[in-house]
């Protein structure tokens, strides 16, 4: 028998944000439904995300709108929760939680903080729970550098660390630049901050240098502190010229 899957990492809910969407077919969609079942996908975690631009969060509140609709209509998914652990194998239904891809999924780069946790508050009462934040994607924004900047850990990124101790939210380290992998880890560690680490869909530059993929040390420490790493099969991140 097949083992269950869990997929770290989708762009389902921007795909769905597109005045397109509706108009292709499951065959088109990679992370469409029956695409899940054969391949024995049981939990599908949905990235809520958003470029930095002016009213990022708008967009990202729509994106936890349309989570919350697909769990009350979509009767093969289901929003996951501990107690489905006990069945997991074997539903036939596929869980689903969301993460956030980016701060500015709930905080543009002009709008208070404190109005950008309100944001992030709302985004987790529409979906119910987040399995991890992301501060940044490729490009720098208010809490730090993404893969393409060399910009390390901001002020506002310090607040997102003290906003998410105890609260069982991953930080997820797939988007980072290596300045702002290694302020993260350093903050928490001389904070104490009580916080998860994982990366939902990075490789390992060693094997193939490219700023997507994770330092060796940044990945020894996520499994250090039994983090999860996600692999990513996109072929700019493995090999372009030889996958």
């Given at each position: 028998m097949n083992q269950p899957v869990i997929d770290l990492h989708?762009?389902?809910?921007?795909?769905?944000?597109?005045?397109?969407?509706?108009?292709?077919n499951t065959e088109?969609?990679?992370?469409?439904?029956?695409?899940?079942?054969?391949?024995?996908?049981?939990?599908?975690?949905?990235?809520?995300?958003?470029?930095?631009e002016k009213n990022s969060h708008e967009f990202g509140l729509k994106q936890s709108e349309i989570f919350k609709n697909l769990n009350e209509e979509e009767n093969e998914l289901y929003r996951f929760e501990k107690h489905h652990l006990a069945n997991f194998g074997t539903n036939e239904n596929i869980g689903m939680l969301a993460s956030v891809e980016s701060g500015s999924a709930f905080c543009d780069e002009n709008i208070s903080l404190k109005e950008g946790f309100q944001n992030l508050e709302k985004i987790i009462e529409n979906v119910g729970s987040i399995l991890y934040i992301g501060f940044t994607h490729h490009a720098e924004n208010r809490f730090g550098g993404g893969n393409y900047s060399t910009a390390g850990l901001k002020n506002d990124g310090k607040a997102l660390i003290d906003y998410m101790h105890n609260r069982n939210i991953a930080i997820d380290f797939s988007h980072t630049s290596d300045a702002l992998a290694y302020d993260i880890l350093n903050y928490i560690s001389k904070e104490n901050i009580n916080v998860p680490i994982m990366a939902s869909h990075s490789n390992y530059r060693r094997v193939y240098d490219h700023k997507r993929n994770l330092p060796d040390d940044v990945a020894k420490e996520i499994i250090h502190q039994k983090g999860l790493i996600g692999l990513n099969f996109v072929r700019a991140f493995v090999n372009p010229e030889n996958a």
């Open positions: 989708c762009d389902l809910l921007s795909y769905l944000t597109r005045p397109e969407s509706s108009i292709y088109d969609v990679g992370c469409a439904v029956p695409y899940l079942k054969k391949g024995n996908v049981k939990l599908q975690i949905m990235a809520i995300f958003a470029p930095v």
